[in-house]
């Protein structure tokens, strides 16, 4: 009987596979209640899923001991298309961080894809690859999937724009600068060296403008130069160079291979040193006992519609993506955001009422003070002890807390004001990702 009943679940997901597209996106091996045990990316989901289910496979050989104990396990499967393969790489990446599936070993650290940065808040900006960018003062490209590829083609943008690579500070008040000497990548010509005012503002800011539109367009005009170059060498058998124009194509058409600063978010990415934040924000609400465990609500739906909330654990300050919850609302119909609070807060204090988990030192709201005593009213309901609550709102970053009609207003380059727009915002991103999700396709559900 129960060589039957596996039968039959592998002929399901078989037929199932026939709807799968041949493009590129994600796949989700799925167990018992639609818990998402596997994701992965391919260039042909319906190619690529099959090769797990294909009679006869070696996949001890192929895929190794853990694949073949996650696919005993799997009651169904799904999928969600990407626009292209890149987009797959940095969707997965992120969903594997915020769902954490049991069976994906890699990318569930902190490791993030690189950058390309232009700090525009500089006098003379310089141009670096970086998986840390400023908090602000500068111009953001990628996140690129391949950090070695984004690094040779840095070379040769520097050898066509000559921009500065170095980090030293350099000013347009500084007329001492006439006087230093400049780095060997002046004199290869790769650089125009602003700091040995070897260049004038103008036409360094030029540079840079030209080179930001290069990168925002499709650099066609770039690439046909470089072709007929490398067509014309090649005809006189100078296949040295012919090949050094088809390396520098190549690599300047990887440019493409990246995501969109809004749309691919590393939250992880743009946190800062949180210790004087907690510090501060302890004294800034009055609480007797530091603040370690912070934890964040939201609420996304459209008209009522695929409703669901988030939560998000920060431990001093970092998030702790272990922590982190998603509650698809299933006893709350229409728009009613405080009764969705409400039912998030119950669903998710109702294991540390039992002892099962610990209470947060914090509890922040999305939203303004009809949102915190919804919050407060749903702890009242379970008979839980009164926790610390506060509720952030959006446009004037207002701090509403407990037993207090008057908003706290905290400077908007406070630490402790920052710190909460992180969790707030982290609450916020990983409510709507999982809505916007849901309404393309149900390929995640409720844990």
């Not at 969707?91 to 950058?115: G, W």
């Not at 005593?373 to 009242?380: E, F, P, V, Y």
Request: with cysteine; aromatic share 8%; proline share 5%.
């Amino acid at each position: 009987m129960a060589k039957e009943t596996k039968d039959n679940r592998l002929e399901k997901i078989r037929e199932r596979l026939k709807e799968f597209p041949t493009g590129p996106g994600l796949y989700f091996m799925k167990g018992t209640g639609q818990k998402v045990l596997y994701i992965g990316k391919a260039g042909n989901l319906r190619s690529r899923v099959a090769s797990y289910f294909q009679p006869g496979a070696d996949l001890m050989t192929s895929r190794g001991p853990k694949i073949i104990e996650m696919l005993d396990k799997v009651k169904s499967v799904d999928y969600l298309e990407t626009a292209n393969e890149v987009d797959a790489v940095l969707k997965e990446a992120r969903l594997i961080k915020d769902v954490r599936p049991p069976y994906n070993t890699n990318l569930t650290d902190d490791k993030s894809f690189p950058y390309l940065e232009i700090t525009t808040g500089d006098d003379f900006p310089g141009v670096y690859i970086t998986r840390k960018p400023r908090e602000k003062g500068s111009r953001l490209f990628g996140p690129f999937v391949v950090a070695s590829d984004l690094r040779q083609t840095l070379v040769v943008l520097q050898k066509i724009f000559k921009f500065r690579t170095c980090k030293l500070d350099i000013s347009t008040e500084n007329h001492k600068r006439r006087f230093f000497r400049p780095c060997i990548l002046y004199s290869i010509k790769q650089c125009t060296a602003p700091c040995a005012d070897l260049i004038s503002w103008k036409n360094y800011t030029k540079i840079i403008a030209d080179l930001t539109r290069f990168l925002k367009s499709k650099r066609s005009t770039v690439i046909r130069q470089w072709k007929k170059k490398m067509d014309e060498a090649a005809g006189r058998m100078r296949y040295e160079e012919a090949a050094l124009y088809r390396d520098r194509i190549k690599l300047i058409e990887r440019l493409d291979q990246r995501g969109l600063p809004d749309e691919h978010v590393q939250p992880e990415v743009f946190a800062s040193d949180p210790a004087n934040a907690l510090e501060q924000l302890q004294k800034k609400l009055n609480y007797p006992e530091p603040i370690r465990i912070i934890e964040g609500i939201d609420i996304a739906h459209i008209s009522g519609a695929e409703a669901v909330g988030s939560l998000v654990k920060f431990i001093d300050g970092r998030p702790f993506k272990a922590g982190y919850r998603r509650f698809r609302i299933k006893t709350v119909e229409g728009i009613d955001d405080y009764a969705m609070i409400a039912e998030v807060v119950k669903r998710r204090y109702k294991y540390a009422l039992k002892g099962q988990e610990l209470w947060p030192d914090l509890v922040l709201i999305d939203g303004g003070l009809g949102q915190l005593n919804a919050a407060r009213q749903a702890l009242k309901e379970m008979n839980a002890p009164e926790l610390n609550i506060a509720a952030l709102a959006k446009r004037e970053e207002e701090i509403y807390i407990k037993d207090s009609n008057t908003p706290l207003k905290l400077p908007r380059t406070s630490p402790a004001l920052k710190l909460l727009q992180y969790v707030r915002d982290e609450a916020h991103r990983f409510a709507q990702h999982y809505h916007h999700l849901l309404r393309k396709k149900s390929a995640l559900n409720d844990e």
